[in-house]
């Protein structure tokens, strides 16, 4: 479970967001959205470790993430950043393996179970064809496909991902809706930092927009992804439909002319 407290964050004396607090249980998937600018980003680098709050705290499985080593965070909470750097020369195959580094002690090689959870992973996730090719040679949606297999195979009990549909096709979107709904089964905590609305709508359970430096709105996304609230908040005309199967907001801008 991830437990957010009063967090707050500075740039240069200027607050990017105030006192925001929320949780995500185990088993739960939660979305933060809202308009550029609005520190989505911010706060999932400082929830993840990469910034230093100016405030607040935040507890991962009842653990205080600052008192933890970066080991022994990386064992609670993995964390799929926006545009990582990943070591071009390595295969796929590599760089999977490595997201088992925080169970492996000084010299130590990974044991069966390591080689087993990345070979679970491999076919959960279904990119069998990369694991033999260079990273430098796929392509900017392949990456984030291992990137998200390199969360699951670091095997914590809470997951953080910014904006991990960004360059995925319409078609691993809905893959990627398919492993959500699996590790939350697993009794994972999933927060997603999102701009596709629609997409958020199919994957969380719970909706939180950022606005202005703090939470405006919280709940289900029936209740968050309103024609009202997302007008205002988006500052443009926006009208909202429901998905024919699932009946989960489908969410588009309309023409300010008509």
């Not at 740039?11 to 607090?21: A, C, M, R």
């Not at 993995?78 to 997201?99: G, I, R």
């Not at 029936?222 to 907001?249: A, F, G, Q, R």
């Amino acid at each position: 479970m991830l437990d957010i407290k009063k967090l707050t964050f500075k740039y240069d004396n200027t607050p990017i967001f105030n006192n925001i607090e929320f949780q995500v249980n185990s088993g739960e998937s939660v979305g933060i959205v809202g308009p550029n600018g609005c520190g989505k980003t911010t706060l999932i680098r400082v929830i993840s470790g990469v910034l230093e709050p100016f405030n607040g705290e935040i507890y991962v499985d009842g653990q205080d993430l600052k008192k933890l080593s970066v080991v022994e965070r990386s064992r609670h909470l993995s964390v799929a950043p926006q545009m990582p750097e990943f070591p071009l020369d390595y295969t796929v195959y590599q760089m999977l393996m490595m997201a088992r580094n925080p169970y492996l002690s000084l010299f130590s090689w990974e044991s069966k179970q390591d080689f087993d959870i990345v070979q679970q992973v491999i076919s959960l996730t279904e990119i069998e064809y990369l694991v033999e090719r260079l990273i430098r040679d796929i392509s900017g949606g392949e990456r984030q496909r291992v990137l998200l297999a390199m969360t699951m195979i670091q095997s914590t009990k809470t997951v953080i991902m910014d904006e991990p549909t960004a360059s995925f096709d319409l078609g691993y979107q809905i893959e990627f809706y398919r492993i959500i709904k699996l590790l939350k089964s697993r009794g994972i905590a999933v927060l997603l930092a999102m701009h596709d609305l629609s997409l958020a709508a199919q994957c969380c359970d719970r909706i939180i927009i950022l606005f202005k430096g703090r939470i405006h709105a919280e709940g289900n996304p029936k209740e968050v992804l309103t024609e009202e609230i997302l007008s205002d908040v988006y500052n443009t005309p926006i009208k909202v439909m429901y998905h024919p199967d699932s009946e989960s907001p489908v969410v588009v801008s309309t023409d300010r002319t008509n």
